[in-house]
């Protein structure tokens, strides 16, 4: 018999952490801050067999495929799901998000529909608090209630070097702390000054207040997400030339904020990554820069002669 075979391709940037993460009267939200790692996923769909095949551990990406064959009432919806590039998980890098996103927008485009960035957003919140980097530019989202969006801009050329001391933060577990309620009423204050800063920084395309709205954002997230080397850390990148920090609020990641165009030279990152892993001894160490959001995805159908 004639079988035909739909695959799909989809690529998400992860992020370098929250610009600001916080709650405005009550209502969590965060900043994001995406960057040039990616996860991409390669779905391979078969309207008429059962089960998946999916990479061990990816069961974020078997659920919402699950959710997708429940919302379009298809009876069987199965495949293979191969990731051709991957994020590092647990350090605050939007990872689960990126391969939702990737996975299920992969999926859609191999069934013929549009993977647009709201509808990939309803998915990935249904499964877990997410970050906004199904949406292009720098977006901030309700990622835990209510779950509204708004893009605020472009993305703001930026270089960061990214640092892990080791660990990993479940997203899931992170925002259901008991005393998440409370760390965020309490930083409500210096969260909104630093929200006005990266609007601004945005909007002015002025990477100095978005890096010191980062800081204020990073310093209150100590309290309920303590970094042991966050001052030291900070003192040496002003130091170098930074403008400040970026964190991941949910996650292990601390990166300085440079400049890109002071950084540009190979020689100038190399002495920068070198003196950074000498001072800091981080696990993981990586410089990215600053992404403009959003997925990439492209379609391929192939039709096989079963038998």
Not at 53 to 82: F, M, N, R
Not at 194 to 203: K, M, P, Q, S
Not at 256 to 279: C, I, M, T
């Amino acid at each position: 018999m004639l079988m035909d075979f739909a695959i799909g391709l989809a690529r998400c940037p992860g992020t370098c952490g929250e610009w600001v993460q916080g709650a405005r009267k009550g209502i969590p939200f965060l900043v994001d801050c995406p960057i040039d790692r990616f996860s991409e996923a390669r779905v391979a769909l078969d309207m008429h067999a059962t089960g998946w095949d999916l990479p061990l551990g990816k069961t974020k990406a078997l659920q919402v495929l699950e959710l997708l064959k429940d919302d379009l009432g298809l009876s069987s919806l199965s495949g293979k799901v191969e990731f051709l590039q991957q994020l590092p998980e647990g350090k605050g890098m939007a990872s689960s998000t990126a391969d939702i996103t990737a996975v299920v927008a992969a999926a859609l485009l191999a069934l013929g529909q549009d993977p647009v960035p709201e509808r990939l957003a309803h998915f990935a919140l249904r499964i877990e608090p997410s970050d906004s980097v199904m949406f292009p530019g720098i977006t901030e989202i309700e990622h835990v209630q209510r779950h509204k969006h708004r893009v605020l801009g472009p993305s703001v050329p930026a270089l960061f070097l990214a640092l892990d001391w080791g660990g990993t933060i479940d997203t899931r577990v992170f925002n259901a702390r008991p005393g998440l309620a409370v760390h965020y009423r309490r930083y409500e204050t210096e969260i909104a000054r630093a929200y006005g800063l990266a609007r601004e920084g945005i909007a002015q395309i002025d990477l100095e207040k978005l890096a010191v709205a980062g800081t204020i954002s990073a310093q209150c997230n100590l309290e309920i997400n303590p970094k042991s080397q966050f001052k030291p850390f900070v003192t040496w990148v002003l130091q170098k030339g930074g403008l400040g920090v970026v964190t991941a609020h949910s996650g292990t990641l601390l990166a300085g904020v440079f400049p890109l165009n002071d950084f540009s030279g190979q020689e100038v990152r190399k002495n920068l990554r070198l003196e950074a892993q000498q001072r800091f001894t981080p696990e993981y160490l990586d410089l990215f820069h600053s992404h403009s959001g959003g997925i990439v995805v492209t379609k391929e159908e192939i039709t096989k002669n079963a038998g």
